[in-house]
């Protein structure tokens, strides 16, 4: 724990209050969602737990309740694999909520085996980018009537690693596990920037977010990164101080001209060259949009 400690820099220190505010967390049953959505909850927001499975939700959900004693901890169905199921909870949640403050895109997967989506796209791409993308256009007017709002996307260090290849976007040519969540983590980044500038003047801000190294089932589906997290396992965070810098990002008092930035241990960190192409994010955005069958504008 010492160790873990002296590691684990960036503590999310505001002490801004949530009462009256809601956010939504997308994966929020485990790892870093949950420890997001606790912390939401625990300053008294009205937090939405949006997973693909209620019922891991649902214990999640009373739990949170028990430890925050904030009884608006609600669950709800979402697929991020699943646009039709995305369109279904963007509705109910229309249709119920008059505001939506703080939206946190967390919900992620990692080195799949070559799977598509209920839509035909690569998993990776699908669940990581393109879900996160029609959730946050669909919960942009509401977002926007409930300004000042943020949206944070959970992106990686592995976008380094990542590249747009406009060519093979479902990975159809060629594929690998780990670079198509690396380009997914890259797909992260361009989309917040695209957004922030887009958004300009709205009230609504939007920040990128590397968590750290941490320690959750991310790992699910690689033998060797599971390896990797036993090896080094008093090196990496714990899911709670995974959580700090999208709180940061979410809380911050006057982040608001930091607007499309990226941030890792609570503080601004440089994107790859490919994350800073404003051509690539726009180009990015249109085809995002096209596959959708969002009006591209
Ligand atoms: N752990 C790490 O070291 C790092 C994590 N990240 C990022 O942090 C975010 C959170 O990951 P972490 O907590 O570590 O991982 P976990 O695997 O612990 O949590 C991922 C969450 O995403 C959910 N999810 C997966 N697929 C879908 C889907 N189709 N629809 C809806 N929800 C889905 C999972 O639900 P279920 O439980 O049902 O599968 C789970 O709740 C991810 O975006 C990841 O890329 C970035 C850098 C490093
Ligand atoms: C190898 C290695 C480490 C382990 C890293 C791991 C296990 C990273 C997992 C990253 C994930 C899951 C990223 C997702 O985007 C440390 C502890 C940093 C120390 C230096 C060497």
Known sequence: PQI???????VCTSTVQLPGKVAIVTGANTGIGKETAKELARRGARVYLACRDVQKGELVAREIQAVTGNQQVLVRKLDLADTKCIRAFTKDFLAEEKHLHILINNAGVMMCPYSKTADGFEMH????HLGHFLLTHLLLEKLKESAPSRVINVSSFGHHLGRIH??????????????AYCHSKLANILFTRELARR???SGITTYSVHPGSVISELTR???FMRFMS???YYFLKTPQQGAQ?????????GL???SGNHFSDCRVTWVSAQARNETVARRLWDVSCDLLGLPVD
Request: glycine residues 10%; neutral net charge.
């Open 256 to 258: 608001e001209v930091l």
């Open 221 to 223: 589906h690689s033998s």
């Open 166 to 179: 406009f060519h093979n976007l479902q990975g159809e040519k060629f594929y690998h596990s780990g670079l």
């Open 125 to 128: 791409m699908g669940v990581n």
């Open 245 to 253: 810098t999208s709180l940061y990002c979410a809380l911050t008092e």
């Open 4 to 10: 873990r400690k002296m590691l684990a820099f960036g």
């Open 199 to 201: 958004l300009q003047g």
């Open 230 to 232: 036993w090896l080094f």
